[in-house]
């Protein structure tokens, strides 16, 4: 392959169907996915956080840079944050060409992730429906649909009639409530198995001889030369990371946590202008499938969407109240599942299977923080509020180039920290801030 | 294996002379009253229910319960009902599924042959080439998808839900949880007594020793003379915050599935053990079934559940199921004790002549294999209210840890001992639990009740003296010397978990995700620890190192019926509703409401506006009473302009932005008295700014003296506005002077109008007519109305609709937040610059605004388009000359019925922003247009005159 020629280390057991054969008639196991190895005292990166971003990242610091003595750190197992608690959607119908080009890029990443990590992914590109219940959210359909026209994105405006044919469960009818008026149909849009992603990127990384590490914990961040105590704070500069099983040392640290991403980064002395919230979801029992496509109601803030096994996955809003609480709520699956019943009453039968619960960290301007901070070494890519998942290969892609050379990409230069000192909020530039 | 039925049972639970009649694949079955449809099917000689997932291989009964994963069948409309649980009715439709063509021919069991390389998560290594290909794949992949099916035409039937109070719930009504019920409820508590099963009485149930049976009456009757309720077919689904409950009540007279939500001030959890399979090769047979299942075909249903056995047993169910067998006639053919370290290694043959091989190699002929290898404790209830359960390797099952005071385990899940122990054990957490809540009642009431006031000190919280249960020695028994099926409902054997835990998902989170054991409808009640077991076989550790899952709620699977309960958004309309109805109204859904859009012809009704007089409803305007004396603290936060120097009679207007400095809402304020005032907000933004005030003063600023009550609905609202608008009104008005001297334009007044008192009336206009707004208590909106329409009949007032208001509003060049503005647009960018007061000391959004004050924004500006009958739609863009760079856009569009032209409300890019600018609309369908950027927002007259006349 050619990207993973780049600085590899050792052959890949190389997936595909006649391995799987040869393999199955031999009955030879798999190799590891990701080796298990010692944590080293020292690496040129250290990546905290062992999800979709944080394995991105690396695995991109090694294809595209040719950094291979990375390490990822994960508190607990790789995934088990935000990356397996999402409920993978994926979409670039965004408003702004800044935010298209982002998306639009991370959608083409996705596209061809299952030959470039060679894992299959289940990149599902079965459209996205976003309904429209009023007037007013039918015109900022129409809205989105222009605007998508113009930047060559496939999405516009479709009526009852077209949205019962897509789904023919959803309820069109002239329905006393909250009728369906019409939708933004933007066919390239779908569901990705979110965990493949996970292990894709951590395998193909560990191919190129990037060290996944779970179960490390990092207990502080090591700086010097900062104006804060410790040599912490703006005008330092990293050195290396404390962990649960010792100290390790490295001039590059990059945070790729989602829910305790203000936390990690005050180790730097970096403060963040995140609060966090949680999003709560939920699966259903699985039934034969049904629902083709997947369906968004911005104004019964919720989504829905059926997998290859049949469950129906549910999710919504976050939840009002700022909190690290990922206890789930009765309150949350009774409305959820009002408002599902509201869009489609034939699933009254459907039995809730479970519910869960992730934490969203939310900045001010509902956009990330991504590049660097005031202490040298220490790299963010952090805020990522509820579209985190739809934005990993990118984001992977971007902060290893700015980790590697040096310099802000530009795609992420609206991104800045520095932007909550200069006002210069994402709000115009808005590649993420409307419609989710 | 052939089931048949067996002769009257002294334990039965059948009634044998009603027989009622249901269908099975299209075949006409009957069973008796009590039976479950499992045990009728298995009665009458059935034997496969289902096919599994992957492989499509034949599955028959398993525990013959609720959590049976081979029982899931569709009942009419109703998928995944559990066959082992769920009573028989007569009239029933029931049909496997996830099988094709049918159960007994499934041509998928094909894949069985090819199991070897279907091995767990082979589709993440294939299918990726050509790409091209993977939807095909996808579809193939969906069509494995197991469960019943969704029929289209499944209506929302009556759901209704139920809050209650109790001090004590008890989930489980064992022996321990009907002793803790029956004790709590004797030291006074109110107890509400929750179990699973269609009966009380636990394991007692089903078991045929006499002193089993004696106990069983005796509780019965203690339980019948205590006065606990007692909700049978129900589970506590989750325990949340605090207490919170939820809990499905299955069995309903009217409600299909009940939700009933409870704050228990203790809860008991008493939900028994679960009986584990066993794992070994061919463990999934059909005729391989556990002790508890065996029990149960025998003594509830008088069902022989074969001819002759094989019973495997570590432990005295076991021991009762051997016995029960063979006091019913099925021979016996062999016992194998695994506290001997004896082992079954496999189960061979069909499911008509199977075999049991012994790990010695010894083969014994039998049609029944019965299984008792041990239980799972099952603690979800536990772990959701904190605890972190602890393996005990000596007794092979995970016991409570710490849980928290509310929260106290009985029965099984704390211990073994005889059933004078666990009875006894229960008898004292029921006084506990009484005590307890006694503690918590009295604080509740210290800290919330006014009406009651309470007495006496808080009783102490009661110290947990129980005497801990006895734990038998139980074998470590989870998988034989051979591989066989871990996880029933996903098809997912030790094999695939020992070959997953060797690619590296060695924890048992990534192992489920990669293989999805544990994931399926069983949630993991029968088959999560034998998946840590197999993780940490395949590590070299121990169970206790590896750790369990997380289990989370509901702890049995609800309909999302039950949990929508009634649909409790209702429809709102205004009182004057029925006049527009009456009226021809065309009416609109805005928000929660519907609303009048117009009576026929928008465009006379603005032209009456502007020529003689109309009125609008607009009782979907946001209300907010406000009242204390930090009023002007509150409204100086929010709004960008100041508020400390209203005087009392005054309205103004005011604009919130968010903390982004993004247009949050907009609308007038009036002070009605020293501490008084009324806010109005957007329709849209009712709810909205009432959360966001009630966040301010709650959260950030709790020491402000301000009560706020949100009064949307309290009052209807009439504009009545147009130049004869101060006549009509004078003649319905009393007590109020509404000469233009006296009420000027931004006042208030309080007044009697049409005899009803109380009235608030100010002068504002949306319109650019002169006009007045009265909020007149809900129940005389209508009263009002006619009466203005009929005191107005020779002045020409007609009603005018929402598109009318829009018309004017547009004509004036007002912008509605969230149409004209959007999700980024910054409050300079509306043009009311002057509005926002930097020299304030804070308010909501003021950063963000500060430096917004030297950066060019986008503007909200007024635009022509150069053919007047032109209307670009409310989306079109402006783009550059003959490029795709988008400029901005029209967010409002009309026909102006006063100007006789198209008009528009944009927003563009500071460029474009200055008056007489030419600009390019690219309409949606394809064609450029030209327009100009108009000098003011007010494409009609934009000196007020007639607003302030």
């Known amino acids: 392959m050619r990207g993973i020629a780049r600085g590899m280390r050792r052959r890949p057991a190389k997936y595909s169907a006649a391995a799987l054969a040869w393999r199955g008639l031999k009955g030879d196991s798999w190799p590891r996915v990701w080796r298990d190895t010692e944590l080293k005292r020292s690496y040129d990166a250290v990546v905290i956080g062992g999800g979709v971003h944080g394995l991105a990242t690396a695995y991109y610091l090694a294809r595209n840079h040719g950094m291979t003595n990375v390490a990822v750190l994960d508190k607990a197992y790789l995934g088990s944050g935000a990356s397996g608690r999402n409920t993978a959607i994926v979409r670039a119908n965004y408003l702004t060409p800044e935010g298209v080009a982002f998306y639009d890029r991370s959608l083409q990443l996705y596209n061809s992730m299952a030959l470039d990590l060679n894992i299959n992914v289940m990149f599902s590109e079965r459209g996205h429906l976003t309904l429209a219940h009023s007037d007013a959210a039918l015109r900022t359909m129409h809205w989105r649909a222009e605007v998508n026209k113009l930047q060559g994105v496939n999405s516009s405006v479709i009526g009852p009639d077209e949205i019962s044919e897509i789904a023919p469960s959803l309820d069109t009818s002239d329905h006393p409530r909250y009728p369906i008026l019409g939708a933004l149909y933007h066919p390239p849009g779908g569901i990705v198995r979110h965990d493949a992603v996970v292990w894709g990127y951590a395998r193909a990384a560990d191919h190129m001889g990037v060290e996944m590490h779970q179960k490390t914990e990092v207990l502080d961040i090591l700086c010097e030369g900062g104006d804060g105590p410790n040599g912490k704070g703006a005008g330092g500069r990293v050195t290396g990371v404390r962990t649960n099983r010792g100290d390790i040392s490295t001039p590059i640290v990059i945070n790729c946590t989602a829910g305790w991403a203000g936390l990690i980064s005050a180790m730097a002395g970096v403060r963040l202008p995140i609060t966090t919230h949680p999003l709560q979801a939920a699966v259903t029992e699985p039934v034969k499938v049904f629902l083709p496509t997947v369906v968004v109601s911005g104004s019964l803030h919720v989504y829905i969407s059926q997998t290859d096994r049949g469950e129906l996955v549910f999710g919504a809003a976050v939840d009002a109240v700022a909190t690290y609480s990922i206890r789930g709520s009765l309150e949350f699956t009774e409305e959820l599942a009002g408002h599902v019943l509201e869009l489609m009453p034939s699933v009254s039968r459907m039995r809730l299977l479970r519910q869960w619960s992730g934490l969203c960290d939310m900045t001010p301007d509902y956009s990330p923080v991504m590049g660097f901070t005031p202490v040298d070494g220490f790299l963010v890519d952090v805020g990522w509020g509820t579209y985190g998942f739809k934005a990993a290969p990118v984001s992977g892609e971007q902060i290893a180039e700015a980790a590697a050379t040096g310099r802000t990409p530009e795609l992420i230069a609206p991104f800045a920290l520095s932007r909550f000192e200069t006002g210069e909020l994402v709000g115009e530039k808005g590649a993420a801030a409307v419609g989710h | 294996?052939?089931?048949?039925?067996?002769?009257?049972?002294?334990?039965?639970?059948?009634?044998?002379?009603?027989?009622?009649?249901?269908?099975?694949?299209?075949?006409?079955?009957?069973?008796?009253?009590?039976?479950?449809?499992?045990?009728?099917?298995?009665?009458?000689?059935?034997?496969?229910?289902?096919?599994?997932?992957?492989?499509?291989?034949?599955?028959?009964?398993?525990?013959?319960?609720?959590?049976?994963?081979?029982?899931?069948?569709?009942?009419?409309?109703?998928?995944?009902?559990?066959?082992?649980?769920?009573?028989?009715?007569?009239?029933?439709?029931?049909?496997?599924?996830?099988?094709?063509?049918?159960?007994?021919?499934?041509?998928?069991?094909?894949?069985?042959?090819?199991?070897?390389?279907?091995?767990?998560?082979?589709?993440?290594?294939?299918?990726?080439?050509?790409?091209?290909?993977?939807?095909?794949?996808?579809?193939?992949?969906?069509?494995?998808?197991?469960?019943?099916?969704?029929?289209?035409?499944?209506?929302?039937?009556?759901?209704?839900?139920?809050?209650?109070?109790?001090?004590?719930?008890?989930?489980?009504?064992?022996?321990?949880?009907?002793?803790?019920?029956?004790?709590?409820?004797?030291?006074?508590?109110?107890?509400?007594?929750?179990?699973?099963?269609?009966?009380?009485?636990?394991?007692?149930?089903?078991?045929?020793?006499?002193?089993?049976?004696?106990?069983?009456?005796?509780?019965?009757?203690?339980?019948?003379?205590?006065?606990?309720?007692?909700?049978?077919?129900?589970?506590?689904?989750?325990?949340?915050?605090?207490?919170?409950?939820?809990?499905?009540?299955?069995?309903?007279?009217?409600?299909?599935?009940?939700?009933?939500?409870?704050?228990?001030?203790?809860?008991?959890?008493?939900?028994?053990?679960?009986?584990?399979?066993?794992?070994?090769?061919?463990?999934?047979?059909?005729?391989?079934?556990?002790?508890?299942?065996?029990?149960?075909?025998?003594?509830?249903?008088?069902?022989?559940?074969?001819?002759?056995?094989?019973?495997?047993?570590?432990?005295?169910?076991?021991?009762?199921?051997?016995?029960?067998?063979?006091?019913?006639?099925?021979?016996?053919?062999?016992?194998?004790?695994?506290?001997?370290?004896?082992?079954?290694?496999?189960?061979?043959?069909?499911?008509?002549?199977?075999?049991?091989?012994?790990?010695?190699?010894?083969?014994?002929?039998?049609?029944?294999?019965?299984?008792?290898?041990?239980?799972?404790?099952?603690?979800?209830?536990?772990?959701?209210?904190?605890?972190?359960?602890?393996?005990?390797?000596?007794?092979?099952?995970?016991?409570?840890?710490?849980?928290?005071?509310?929260?106290?385990?009985?029965?099984?899940?704390?211990?073994?001992?005889?059933?004078?122990?666990?009875?006894?054990?229960?008898?004292?957490?029921?006084?506990?639990?009484?005590?307890?809540?006694?503690?918590?009642?009295?604080?509740?009431?210290?800290?919330?009740?006014?009406?009651?006031?309470?007495?006496?000190?808080?009783?102490?919280?009661?110290?947990?003296?129980?005497?801990?249960?006895?734990?038998?020695?139980?074998?470590?028994?989870?998988?034989?010397?051979?591989?066989?099926?871990?996880?029933?409902?996903?098809?997912?054997?030790?094999?695939?978990?020992?070959?997953?835990?060797?690619?590296?998902?060695?924890?048992?989170?990534?192992?489920?995700?990669?293989?999805?054991?544990?994931?399926?409808?069983?949630?993991?009640?029968?088959?999560?620890?034998?998946?840590?077991?197999?993780?940490?076989?395949?590590?070299?550790?121990?169970?206790?190192?590896?750790?369990?899952?997380?289990?989370?709620?509901?702890?049995?699977?609800?309909?999302?019926?039950?949990?929508?309960?009634?649909?409790?958004?209702?429809?709102?309309?205004?009182?004057?509703?029925?006049?527009?109805?009456?009226?021809?109204?065309?009416?609109?859904?805005?928000?929660?409401?519907?609303?009048?859009?117009?009576?026929?012809?928008?465009?006379?009704?603005?032209?009456?506006?502007?020529?003689?007089?109309?009125?609008?409803?607009?009782?979907?305007?946001?209300?907010?009473?406000?009242?204390?004396?930090?009023?002007?603290?509150?409204?100086?936060?929010?709004?960008?302009?100041?508020?400390?120097?209203?005087?009392?009679?005054?309205?103004?207007?005011?604009?919130?932005?968010?903390?982004?400095?993004?247009?949050?809402?907009?609308?007038?304020?009036?002070?009605?008295?020293?501490?008084?005032?009324?806010?109005?907000?957007?329709?849209?933004?009712?709810?909205?700014?009432?959360?966001?005030?009630?966040?301010?003063?709650?959260?950030?600023?709790?020491?402000?003296?301000?009560?706020?009550?949100?009064?949307?609905?309290?009052?209807?609202?009439?504009?009545?506005?147009?130049?004869?608008?101060?006549?009509?009104?004078?003649?319905?008005?009393?007590?109020?002077?509404?000469?233009?001297?006296?009420?000027?334009?931004?006042?208030?007044?309080?007044?009697?109008?049409?005899?009803?008192?109380?009235?608030?009336?100010?002068?504002?206009?949306?319109?650019?007519?002169?006009?007045?707004?009265?909020?007149?208590?809900?129940?005389?909106?209508?009263?009002?109305?006619?009466?203005l329409m009929e005191a107005g009949a020779d002045l020409g007032v007609g009603p005018f609709g929402l598109e009318g208001q829009r018309i004017m509003r547009l004509e004036k060049g007002h912008f509605i937040v969230g149409q004209d503005t959007d999700g980024l647009t910054l409050g300079p960018s509306t043009g009311l610059s002057p509005l926002i007061k930097l020299d304030k000391d804070d308010f909501a959004g003021m950063p963000e605004l500060a430096w917004a004050a030297d950066r060019k924004l986008p503007m909200i500006v007024a635009i022509q388009p150069d053919d007047p009958n032109v209307v670009p739609e409310e989306a079109a863009q402006i783009v550059r000359g003959d490029t795709n760079e988008i400029l901005g856009r029209i967010t409002s569009s009309r026909m102006s019925p006063t100007l006789g032209r198209s008009i528009c409300l944009g927003q563009v890019e500071p460029e474009l922003a200055a008056g007489g600018t030419k600009v390019t609309v690219l309409l949606v369908s394809g064609e450029r247009i030209s327009a100009t950027v108009m000098d003011h927002h007010a494409h009609f007259d934009p000196d007020g005159e007639r607003l302030r006349g």
């Open chain 2, 1 to 787: 294996m052939t089931m048949s039925r067996l002769g009257p049972q002294p334990t039965e639970v059948i009634d044998r002379s009603t027989t009622p009649r249901f269908r099975w694949n299209g075949k006409r079955f009957s069973g008796f009253e009590g039976d479950t449809i499992a045990s009728a099917l298995a009665a009458a000689g059935e034997h496969v229910f289902s096919r599994s997932m992957k492989y499509h291989r034949p599955r028959g009964i398993l525990t013959a319960d609720y959590w049976d994963p081979n029982l899931l069948v569709q009942v009419g409309d109703d998928p995944n009902v559990r066959a082992g649980h769920r009573l028989l009715e007569a009239g029933m439709n029931v049909q496997a599924q996830n099988v094709w063509p049918s159960l007994r021919h499934d041509i998928k069991a094909a894949n069985g042959l090819v199991s070897r390389f279907l091995t767990a998560g082979f589709y993440y290594k294939t299918f990726m080439r050509p790409q091209k290909l993977w939807p095909a794949y996808e579809r193939v992949l969906a069509t494995f998808a197991p469960g019943g099916k969704v029929d289209p035409d499944t209506p929302h039937r009556y759901h209704d839900k139920r809050y209650t109070h109790p001090d004590v719930v008890v989930a489980g009504a064992g022996p321990a949880g009907i002793e803790a019920a029956v004790a709590a409820a004797a030291a006074g508590a109110r107890v509400l007594l929750v179990e699973h099963e269609h009966a009380v009485g636990g394991h007692l149930r089903y078991s045929s020793q006499e002193p089993d049976r004696a106990a069983l009456s005796e509780l019965r009757a203690a339980l019948d003379a205590s006065g606990v309720e007692v909700l049978t077919d129900s589970t506590v689904t989750g325990r949340y915050e605090d207490n919170w409950l939820g809990i499905v009540q299955r069995s309903h007279p009217i409600a299909v599935e009940r939700l009933i939500k409870a704050r228990a001030k203790v809860l008991v959890v008493a939900p028994g053990l679960i009986e584990r399979p066993y794992v070994f090769s061919g463990n999934d047979r059909p005729g391989v079934i556990t002790s508890g299942a065996a029990r149960r075909l025998i003594n509830l249903w008088g069902v022989k559940p074969g001819e002759r056995a094989v019973v495997f047993t570590a432990n005295s169910d076991g021991d009762e199921a051997a016995a029960d067998l063979d006091r019913v006639g099925v021979e016996v053919a062999a016992v194998i004790d695994g506290r001997d370290g004896r082992r079954i290694s496999a189960a061979q043959g069909s499911s008509k002549a199977l075999e049991a091989v012994l790990s010695g190699g010894t083969r014994t002929e039998a049609d029944l294999l019965v299984v008792a290898a041990g239980w799972t404790a099952p603690t979800s209830l536990l772990n959701m209210s904190g605890d972190r359960p602890v393996y005990d390797p000596a007794v092979a099952r995970f016991f409570p840890s710490d849980p928290p005071g509310n929260v106290l385990a009985t029965g099984g899940l704390a211990g073994d001992g005889s059933l004078d122990e666990l009875r006894a054990h229960g008898t004292t957490t029921g006084k506990l639990a009484a005590q307890r809540a006694a503690a918590v009642a009295h604080r509740y009431q210290a800290r919330t009740a006014r009406a009651l006031p309470v007495t006496g000190d808080e009783p102490a919280w009661a110290a947990d003296l129980r005497v801990p249960l006895r734990r038998n020695h139980h074998p470590e028994l989870y998988r034989s010397d051979t591989h066989g099926m871990i996880d029933f409902s996903e098809d997912v054997g030790s094999k695939d978990l020992v070959a997953a835990a060797r690619e590296g998902y060695d924890s048992v989170e990534l192992a489920k995700r990669y293989t999805t054991a544990t994931m399926g409808s069983a949630q993991g009640k029968l088959e999560t620890v034998n998946t840590v077991a197999a993780i940490a076989e395949a590590r070299g550790e121990t169970i206790a190192q590896v750790g369990t899952t997380v289990w989370r709620p509901p702890y049995a699977p609800l309909t999302l019926g039950a949990l929508a309960g009634r649909v409790f958004e209702p429809v709102r309309v205004s009182s004057i509703h029925p006049w527009h109805e009456a009226n021809g109204v065309r009416t609109i859904l805005a928000g929660q409401w519907i609303r009048p859009d117009h009576y026929g012809d928008p465009a006379a009704e603005v032209r009456n506006v502007r020529a003689n007089v109309g009125l609008i409803d607009v009782t979907p305007l946001g209300k907010l009473d406000l009242r204390g004396p930090d009023i002007p603290n509150l409204l100086n936060l929010l709004y960008t302009n100041k508020w400390s120097k209203l005087p009392v009679g005054k309205v103004r207007y005011g604009m919130m932005c968010a903390e982004d400095g993004v247009v949050l809402d907009d609308g007038v304020t009036g002070r009605l008295g020293d501490d008084h005032y009324l806010m109005t907000t957007t329709s849209s933004g009712a709810g909205g700014v009432w959360e966001w005030v009630e966040n301010w003063l709650q959260t950030e600023r709790p020491h402000w003296r301000v009560h706020v009550t949100p009064v949307t609905t309290a009052y209807s609202s009439i504009n009545v506005a147009g130049p004869k608008s101060r006549e009509l009104v004078s003649r319905v008005a009393e007590g109020v002077d509404l000469s233009s001297e006296a009420f000027k334009y931004m006042e208030v007044r309080t007044a009697t109008v049409a005899g009803v008192a109380g009235c608030f009336m100010w002068r504002i206009g949306f319109t650019g007519e002169l006009s007045f707004e009265l909020h007149v208590p809900a129940g005389h909106g209508m009263h009002v109305w006619e009466a």
